[in-house]
């Protein structure tokens, strides 16, 4: 598993185009050129990139509404996840999703789902369909530490380990659920054991924030799925900079706690690693910064500029057998 | 032709379906060793093995949500909730995502679910295991909800929609298992979204289906001593909804009665008068009337159970309201 010069380059491209999308899809919201909610991964860039960087094609990724960093991990360009933003024709769900249900199938991942812990007894069923057809991969299932809270996640956690499923669950702790801090909400503070309970082994990332420790946390955790052992837990230790959801007043926390945080900004601690173990230059990195300042420019202008659906395809996709779409 | 009752009709569609394609499976509570709640399954533990007949904790999101999970990965599972009534706990499963995905992500997605279940009152087990609470599902777009009333279509239609792509709910009514009736043999199935007139008349359209259509063809036979020609359409699927034959049926009688389980507020006898008041209010030669369960969660005590439930007889009242 070592890495080469491209690779680092790689992951840093995916942690910054995820930066910038998320920095410019704020001012689109801003604009009112973006509706509905809008949750942004900006500080979490380090758990999904590590994590998916990990994975090989024929594990599938579900994740929650927060999902626009998964979608360009798992290789979704930029303009397909500003163009559904925007609600176009051009959208990876066609402006049907919008921010909150991403997906791309050809790319084994499959969404964004925003009633929270929902997606877990899903993720379940996914990964019994391919233990039945005897397919390889494992089913990476995202959620964030809210959702361990809800009754879906005990359902399919439990399922998970009483048909031996290859499971990876990710819990993506970021501290809070909307505004309500974990130990206010959660009679166990550290998530991971929960999956005690279920006797599905587990383990818990202090740091996050550093996409080195995640890679690796993360391909052990999917070696031991892999190795047919059943289910594993991973709880990942993160925090998100910005509000829960655009207009977040984020009377919950301190502004000191989050300057803290963002002194371990995610980008900057792999900005730095790259620079002084000589993996790659600033120079390097600085050129990759303005690759993806362009890419992001060009796919803010794609997005803007693509086609709103055609209205007489509302009834489009509802049922798969085209006669029945009518209203 | 052969003459078998609801359950052996939904059991050999199950099991042919199983026989016929490898990726059909079965999972829910006490379907596999236990033989089914109402012993549906029975022999299909032994028969097919624990893979594709699973038993499943008691945890109906689980059962929904993980049914989905499979179908989106190439199955087509046959996840069964004991009744209706635990539906509730998996709302959101059932609701909110089998028949949203496709759609939700721009056709990506397919969920050829079929969530098996039964519901219906009648057996005095009090009022939250006595549901007919169809019409709440049948309000979403994008799942369909099939239920039938006879042996035939119980066949017919389960088969169908075990091989449609789309998620189906398939709802039986737990007092009809033994209900009899010609069943075509060899395979065949009944398309979804497709009423179909049970029996022909010429002086009233009785429009119904699952229990109720029980109900309708008794009470049609009766008025039919009277002189009262009553014609009776059952819908067999709630949706999609297919008011044509109900429609032309109207057309002809200009009267109709809609009888259903459940309770009538909001409910499936509200939204055919409303179609038929929509697409052929001149042909009404009376106002349409609606029978259903007395508005009340239902009680324990058998006598008042039964005067709560829709009965023959309010049926044959409710025609001669409209003659
Ligand atoms: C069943 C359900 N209840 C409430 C909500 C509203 N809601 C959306 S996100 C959220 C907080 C979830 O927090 P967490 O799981 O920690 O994820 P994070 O937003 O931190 O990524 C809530 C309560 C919802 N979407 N679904
Ligand atoms: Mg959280």
């Known amino acids: ?327 | 032709m052969a003459e078998i009752n609801m359950r052996q009709a939904i059991s050999d569609a199950l099991w042919e379906e199983m026989e016929r394609d490898e990726k059909v499976f079965i999972m829910g509570e006490e379907v596999g060793v236990w033989g089914g709640t109402y012993a549906v399954t029975k022999g299909f533990y032994d028969h097919f093995g624990a893979k594709r007949v699973k038993d499943t904790p008691i945890a109906e999101a689980a059962i929904v949500g993980a049914g989905i999970g499979a179908a989106l990965v190439g199955l087509r599972p046959v996840a069964e909730l004991m009744t209706i009534n635990f539906a509730f706990v998996a709302m959101d499963h059932i609701v909110n995502e089998a028949p949203k995905l496709h759609t939700m992500f721009g056709g990506q997605m397919k969920v050829p679910l079929v969530i098996r279940t039964a519901g219906g009152g009648g057996r005095q087990l009090g009022a939250t295991h006595s549901q007919t609470p169809d019409a709440i599902f049948a309000h979403f777009p994008g799942l369909k909800v099939v239920s039938p009333g006879t042996p035939a279509d119980a066949k017919g239609l389960l088969k169908a929609a075990i091989r449609d792509d789309d998620p189906v709910l398939y709802i039986e009514h737990a007092a009809m298992y033994q209900v009899k009736g010609e069943v075509p043999t060899g395979d065949f199935t009944v398309p979804i979204g497709v009423s179909k007139v049970q029996r022909e008349g010429s002086d009233v359209t009785i429009v119904s289906y699952c229990r109720g259509l029980q109900l309708s063809m008794l009470a049609a036979e009766q008025l039919a001593v009277e002189g009262i020609s009553a014609e009776v359409v059952d819908l067999r699927s709630l949706r999609p909804l297919d008011m044509g034959p109900v429609i032309e049926s109207f057309k002809k009688t200009n009267r109709a009665v809609v009888v259903e389980e459940g309770w009538p507020s909001y409910g499936v006898g509200a939204e055919v008068s409303t179609r038929l008041y929509e697409e052929a209010f001149d042909y009404a030669d009376a106002p349409i009337k609606r029978v259903g369960q007395k508005e009340v969660p239902l009680p324990y005590n058998r006598e008042l159970e039964q005067s709560a439930l829709p009965q023959v007889a309010d049926v044959i009242a409710a025609v001669k309201e409209v003659l």
């Open chain 1, 1 to 327: 598993m070592t890495l080469k010069k491209n690779d680092h380059l790689e992951f840093y491209r995916q942690m910054v185009l995820i930066r910038r999308v998320e920095e410019r899809s704020a001012e689109l919201y801003q604009q009112g050129k973006i509706g509905g909610f809008l949750h942004l991964y900006i500080g979490q860039e380090a758990v999904s990139t590590g994590l998916i960087s990990v994975r090989r094609p024929e594990d599938r990724v579900i994740t929650a509404y927060r999902d626009h960093g998964v979608a360009i991990n798992v290789g979704i360009p930029a303009k397909q996840v500003l163009a559904e933003l925007l609600g176009k024709e051009t959208g990876i769900s066609k402006g049907r999703g919008g921010s909150m249900h991403m997906a791309d199938v050809s790319k084994n991942y499959w969404g964004g789902h925003a009633i929270v812990g929902a997606h877990l007894p899903i993720a379940a069923g996914m990964a019994l369909g391919d233990q039945y057809q005897g397919n390889k991969g494992v089913t990476i299932c995202m959620f964030g530490d809210g959702a361990t809270n809800i009754g879906f996640f005990h359902e399919g956690v439990n399922l998970s380990k009483v048909w031996n499923l290859p499971v990876l669950w990710v819990c993506e702790n970021n501290q809070y659920g909307m505004g309500t801090a974990v130990e206010r909400a959660s009679a166990v503070g550290e998530i991971h054991k929960k999956a005690e309970g279920y006797g599905i082994p587990h383990s818990r990332l202090d740091d996050g924030m550093d996409i080195m420790k995640v890679r690796e946390a993360s391909a052990a955790a999917l070696e031991q799925v892999r190795s047919g052992k059943g289910p594993y837990f991973l709880e990942i230790v993160t925090y998100r900079f910005q509000g829960h959801s655009m207009g977040d007043p984020q009377r919950y926390r301190q502004k000191e706690e989050v300057t803290q945080w963002e002194k371990t900004d995610p980008i900057g601690i792999y900005n730095r690693y790259l620079v002084e173990q000589e993996i790659a230059t600033k120079a390097d990195l600085e050129k990759v910064e303005e690759a993806v300042e362009a890419e992001v420019k060009e796919a803010v202008e794609f997005a803007e500029t693509s086609p709103d659906p055609a209205l007489d395809t509302l009834f489009d996709y509802m049922y798969t057998d085209k006669e029945q779409n009518h209203g």
